[in-house]
């Protein structure tokens, strides 16, 4: 299911200047395995859209430990949404696990845009969230999914140790 794509700016409800200025400001980008798209402590000025790849969203631990939020897909986005609001350093790493190709936004466009067009607003509103829930449905379920396999690891092992107990007395 394609979720959304720069490409469409022609059919947004905005005038034909703002979709010149909007046409302007997509960069399509292409990114080999394993590059860092974005770096945690560095500031993300930029909203992602996928059209092929995959991409890992992580957090390093000042101990060196990773720790992924998330994968992204063909169709998703990213971006620091932190950083893009309040200027700061984004809190986490983005990464390519396959070759990839986005389209990227300056955040500042999108706000500039979103401030010239209430219902452009509203649609924006609507998508993101659309999307996040989707996001936190495919998560909620993953976290599930890992959870209820380490049950049953973790009862398939205390099942086996009570049965080895059991034939040794």
């Known amino acids: 299911m394609k979720f959304f794509s720069f490409s469409g700016v022609d059919d947004l ?4 200047e703002d979709k010149v200025i909007l046409k302007q400001s997509i960069t399509p980008l292409k990114f080999k395995k394993n590059h860092v798209v974005i770096h945690q402590g560095e500031v993300c ?3 992602y859209f996928i059209h092929a790849g995959l991409v890992k969203l992580s957090y390093l631990t000042l101990d060196g430990k990773e720790f992924i939020k998330s994968f992204i897909h063909e169709d998703g986005m990213f971006g620091s949404l932190h950083s ?5 350093d984004s809190t986490f790493s983005v990464i390519a696990l396959e070759d990839l190709e986005v389209e990227a936004l300056p955040f500042s466009k999108l706000q500039a845009l979103l401030q010239n067009y209430p219902a452009l607003q509203y649609s924006a509103m609507v998508f993101f969230n659309s999307w996040h829930l989707k996001r936190k449905f495919v998560n909620t379920n993953f976290c599930v999914y ?6 049953k690891n973790f009862a398939n092992s205390n099942l086996n140790s009570s049965k080895e107990s059991n034939r040794r007395t």
């Open 146 to 151: 890992q959870h209820s396999n380490a049950m």
């Open 84 to 88: 893009q609001l309040t200027g700061g």
């Open 45 to 47: 000025s930029q909203i």
């Open 13 to 16: 409800p905005i005038s034909d």
